[in-house]
């Protein structure tokens, strides 16, 4: 019996000038500046303006979490109304924020300033995979992505050091001016992308609630999910505790290097895993990829016993964790319903908030006791375990 379902076909024209994608780019390009300097320097700011040790690291605790709530209840939203305007929005945010802290630098105002600007958070990363899905040629998604996460990291690489020389050499104030600059250039830009024309994806408008259980649903999202865990737990860990740990595994080798490699890998590995998954499958990339970043976690622990291994890690962390990043977003991308596409892509955004902060508790506590490089081992036997019932999962969902 057929029954008339509630979700039309989308009617989305694919947007394959490359002025267009030039525009899209830069405008990820600059927004994620601003982000990951923001990440980099309100800390030190907070403590500048007289706040406590807490208190400096209370105000990014609150910037993530309020936009693991936000998305919660966007991420619907833009699967109802687009993802480019709350996208818009979200820049704003950004643009804006830092005026209030150049008439108001105080603690009492950086706290709201930053709930204000989680909303920036909220809705921009899960808008830039659903809109991307949207304008990339049908057999593209992972190629673009790759194209998008080389601007991701360049933004890594110039934002927080360019940041911090700017703040040390003349003042936060400066930065702050900077910052509204380059956000503003960024709403331009995106302002000028032009983004496929689509019909309502859903005929009765539902809750936020109910477009999250409808994603839950999608039972083949589970291992992608599962996936994602995986590398957030590890990027976490790596993010958090590398340089302590490398200071008194091998003291004389220079974590920043480590960083450096780590990063100029991932650039790498941002196209070649877009273009391998589109052509292969996204399967027979991300499987190796996750067992790779087990190895490089495993590979950590003989660190002290073997420091030559120092830049063969960081490459092997880099490759992976941004390459198996990739893979997992475009297959996640394929298989969920585009009527639900940024609510699904919005649960994939909160899964790696929520990780990074568990595992920043968890190797806290390693740290106290039996030592990071015995939590990287633990950490990185179990994520190649757990490929294979990953795996297995994936391939019984197919089925289904």
Known sequence: MHTMSPVKNCVAQPQNNKANWILFFFAVFFFMINLFSSMTIFPS??????????????????????AVLFRFFLGPVMDRQGSKPLMLVGVFTFATAPALLLVYPVYNVLLPVRIYQSLGLAVF????????????????????????????????????????IVTE???????????IITSTVSLILLAAVKVPSIRPAVEKVTGSLSQIKKAFTQKNIYPV?????????????????????IKTAAPDMEAAYFFIIVGLAGIAASLTAGIASDLLGRQKVIWPLLIVLGLAAVGFYLLPFIPAIFIILAVMFGSAIQGSSLTLTAWLLDISKPALRATTISIQENTIDIMFALSALIFGFAAQGPGLGTAFLVVGIFTVLAVFPLKRAAAGSEQR
């Open 45 to 66: 700011y907070s403590l500048a303006i007289g706040s406590s040790p807490f208190q400096a690291g209370l105000q990014n605790t609150v910037f993530s979490l309020c």
């Open 125 to 164: 990363l899960p808008g830039i995979s659903t809109l991307l899905a949207e304008m990339a040629p049908p057999g593209k998604i992972g190629t673009y992505l790759g194209l998008t996460r080389i601007f991701y990291n360049l933004a890594l690489l110039t934002g927080p050091s360019g940041a911090l």
């Open 169 to 179: 050499r003349y003042s936060y104030e400066t930065w702050f001016i900077i910052s």
């Open 225 to 245: 999910v599962g996936g994602i865990v995986l590398i957030s737990f590890i990027y976490s860990a790596l993010l958090s505790f590398a340089a302590v740990y």
